[in-house]
């Protein structure tokens, strides 16, 4: 089992900034690729982000391309989220994902991760 904690969520102005973190425990050693997805009220999951654990190959979706910059610490077992010029449409729960099947990742699908967190609340203000 690996065990998933997000933090570093909160509201901000369009513009502004904000880090997320990922806090991985339990086997980590089969982590694979990790991932950022997310979901606002009424739409379904999105990916955003995606980094294999070793090697660093990263993924990113083409609404936060040039925006947001995915990173891992291997040795901390961290994953983060650096968003940069946000929007109001980035408005969303912020889900960190971990993916532990050798050869799949990092994957743009839910169905490509085996473990989730509990989300982090992510609010701009326009």
């Known amino acids: 089992q690996v065990q998933l904690v997000e933090s570093g969520g909160g509201l901000v102005q369009a513009g502004g900034s904000l880090r997320l973190s990922c806090a991985a425990s339990?086997?980590?050693?089969?982590?694979?690729?990790m991932g950022w997805f997310r979901q606002a009220p009424g739409k379904e999951r999105e990916f955003a982000v995606a980094?294999?654990?070793?090697?660093?190959?990263?993924l990113y979706a083409d609404s936060v391309k040039g925006r947001f910059t995915i990173s891992r610490d291997i040795v901390k077992n961290m994953v983060y989220l650096q968003m940069n010029s946000l929007k109001p449409e980035d408005t969303a729960v912020y889900y960190c994902?971990?993916?532990?099947?050798?050869?799949?990742?990092?994957?743009?699908?839910?169905?490509?991760?085996?473990?989730w967190g509990q989300g982090t609340q992510v609010t701009v203000s326009s």
């Open positions: 980094i294999r654990w070793s090697g660093g190959s990263t």
């Open positions: 994902a971990a993916g532990v099947r050798i050869g799949i990742g990092p994957g743009s699908r839910p169905e490509d991760y085996d473990y």
């Open positions: 339990g086997r980590t050693y089969r982590l694979y690729s």
